[in-house]
């Protein structure tokens, strides 16, 4: 079973919708936790410095894709710390779009709607 990791820098409790949204989103495309997908939740609990060891743990349990959720912040950690597994963030002010790095193409952004 392929294994997202998503990692925010907020608090677990602090946006409950967002990873509901996100499980919501997945379930769109024919994606559900526990069926067919598994999701690896990491939150920094609103310290940051806590991103880059998390995302270290996300690395190291070998997730198929990093979602960095929440800003810069979590999106730079998931990028120093892997360079082989495919990461997406949503991009800031947009509800739909993300943005995704291709791992085998050194880190290039698309994007979709």
């Known amino acids: 079973m392929p ?5 925010n820098g907020l608090g677990q409790n ?12 997945l379930g769109d495309a024919g994606y559900v936790d526990g069926r067919n997908v ?6 920094a609990e609103n310290r940051l410095d806590r991103l ?10 070998k997730v198929n ?8 912040a979590p ?3 998931a990028m120093t710390a892997t ?10 002010g947009t509800r739909s779009r ?3 790095s291709r791992a085998s193409t050194g880190r290039a952004a698309t994007s979709r709607a």
């Open 3 to 7: 294994v997202i990791g998503f990692l």
């Open 14 to 25: 602090d946006r409950p919708s967002l990873p509901a949204g996100f499980r919501r989103g």
């Open 38 to 43: 598994a999701i690896e939740h990491r939150f």
């Open 52 to 61: 880059p060891v998390l995302a270290a743990d996300l690395v190291s349990r």
């Open 65 to 72: 894709v990093i979602a960095a959720t929440g800003g810069g």
């Open 75 to 77: 999106i730079l950690a």
């Open 83 to 92: 360079r082989n597994i495919p990461m997406c963030s949503r991009l800031p």
């Open 98 to 100: 993300w943005a995704t």
